[in-house]
């Protein structure tokens, strides 16, 4: 058996991976006529590839990278926690000190009674794990009937098939007849394409009140939960108008329906407080974490969950666990990637030089031609592409296509932004550092340009 090494020429690199490996959410067969591109190492904010390009990360791996590649002190935990306990089960009257660590660090920082962590090893898993918490506690509270989950369209929660149940993407319902009984969507608050004539406002409350509709249209006595992200990340970075979160909270709390906060993306740091429900003024009663709770250094997600759902969860057993719920490596490199995020003031980086800086450099873009609006939270923002400025139009060819030349003009400019249809998203490490933001921008200020240049050339400047 031959050494596979990053020292392979590319092309052979290439039809390896083409004849052997299945990408998720990829058409194999175009990626195998055009030959994935290698990405062979990373230091801070930076990765090379295998003809030696180096590319900023506008997207923190996929959201996930907070901290930046290439902290030795990760490696330096994982490697020691493998030496001394590689791996033990906490099913069975067990506990390990990882596990026990991590629990009680992430109960800390987690708002309000939100002070028990049930371990996954992904965000998907841990939806997965959501799905089953809360049938299970509206059943041991007598009320069983109240299984239904209402979640929303285009919302992202995973790809297993409770995770992509919850998500509100069409064409993951599509494949596999999804989504799985029980679960209803109700529509997103998409101001820029969905608002129409109404203010963001005015359409933010009316997104909102579209759950209490669905709640009465069910029966409050029949749904047990509500969940979302507080800023939808995969469905392309969509922040609510200020008025949505609020009428959630008070429908939430007026019938009586557990709130999860999906804050896979949101979570640590994110959006310039630990949690995004911090920032959009929300107390959920279950939390999804994952990426960025290691920064995606080892694969570890959960819930965290509040003490009245825990403690009613608590009286039975709950006939549910991964063989690698807290894995003891995984949580060591978490509590090292926690420790660096609280030592260094990663969160206060974000809130005070890192955001304003991004802030000022993204909503200039707003004046290029091809750009109809910049949104920012924290450090995750979109871009709409718009054939026509000041209209809010959508293209009127196939939609996705000139975010996929944008992207393509993004890729050959060794900036990695990605694009959601037509708009171009992105989600840096947490610690950019204000030049490193500044080269971000240029960078994908040449990709836009070269990207309107091509769109006017192919004629695709037209509104629908
Ligand atoms: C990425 C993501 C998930 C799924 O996490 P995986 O680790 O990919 O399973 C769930 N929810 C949100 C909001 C995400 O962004």
């Known amino acids: ?131 089953r918490l809360v049938r299970h506690y509206w059943a041991l509270k007598g009320q069983p009937e109240r299984s239904v989950i209402i979640a929303r369209k285009n919302g992202y929660h995973g790809s297993t098939i409770g995770g992509a149940s919850l998500g509100g993407m069409v064409p993951m319902h599509q494949q596999g007849n999804l989504p799985i009984p029980g679960i209803v969507h109700i529509d997103q608050p998409y101001w820029y394409l969905e608002g129409g004539d109404m203010t963001p406002e005015d359409f933010g409350l009316a997104r909102a009140r579209a759950l209490e509709e669905k709640i009465l249209e069910i029966g409050a006595d029949r749904v047990g939960a509500f969940i979302a992200e507080p800023v939808q990340g995969a469905g392309g970075v969509i922040i609510p108008p200020a008025s949505y979160w609020p009428e959630i909270q008070r429908i939430v709390d007026k019938y009586g329906i557990l709130l999860i906060a999906d804050e896979v993306i ?129 293209f009127a060819g196939e939609q996705g296509a000139a975010g996929l030349i944008t992207r393509e003009r993004c890729f050959a400019n060794n900036v990695i932004m990605r694009h959601v249809y037509d708009r171009m998203i992105i989600a840096p490490p947490l610690v950019m550092t204000p030049d490193e933001i500044d080269i971000l921008i240029d960078r994908a200020t040449k990709a836009l340009d070269e990207a309107y240049a091509q769109l006017k050339a192919e004629g695709m400047l037209v509104a629908q």
Not at 43 to 49: A, E, P, R, W
Not at 84 to 109: C, G, K, M
Not at 325 to 330: F, Q
Request: include cysteine; proline fraction near 4%.
């Open 1 to 131: 058996m031959r050494q596979i090494t990053n020292h392979l020429p590319t092309a052979e690199l290439q039809a390896l991976d083409a004849a052997h490996h299945m990408h998720p959410f990829t058409t194999n067969e175009a990626l195998a006529r055009k030959g994935a591109r290698i990405i062979t190492r990373a230091s801070g904010v930076y990765l090379t590839d295998s003809e030696g390009a180096s590319i900023i990360d506008g997207m923190a791996g996929l959201w996930c990278v907070n901290i930046g590649y290439g902290r030795k002190e990760l490696a330096q935990a994982a490697a020691r926690q493998i030496e001394e306990l590689p791996y033990y089960n906490t099913f069975f009257q067990t506990s390990h000190v990882p596990a026990i660590a991590l629990a009680a660090r992430i109960a800390d920082l987690a708002p309000g009674d939100l002070n028990h962590v049930f371990f996954a090893s992904s965000g998907s898993e841990a939806n997965d794990t959501n799905i």
């Open 266 to 394: 949101t979570g640590f740091g994110r959006t310039g407080a630990w949690f995004g429900s911090q920032t959009f003024g929300i107390r959920p009663h279950i939390m999804t974490i994952a990426k960025g709770l290691s920064s995606g250094y080892a694969p570890i997600g959960g819930s965290i969950v509040c003490d009245e759902v825990a403690a009613v969860i608590a009286s039975d057993e709950f006939n549910h666990g991964y063989t690698y719920s807290g894995h003891p490596v995984a949580a060591a490199v978490a509590l090292e990637n926690l420790r660096i995020m609280e030592d260094e003031g990663v969160v206060e980086h974000v809130r005070d030089v890192a955001h304003p800086h991004l802030a000022a450099r993204w909503h200039a873009l707003a004046d290029h031609p091809l750009v109809g609006e910049t949104t920012l939270v924290g450090m995750m923002g979109s871009l709409a592409l718009t054939p026509v400025k000041g209209r809010r139009a959508r």
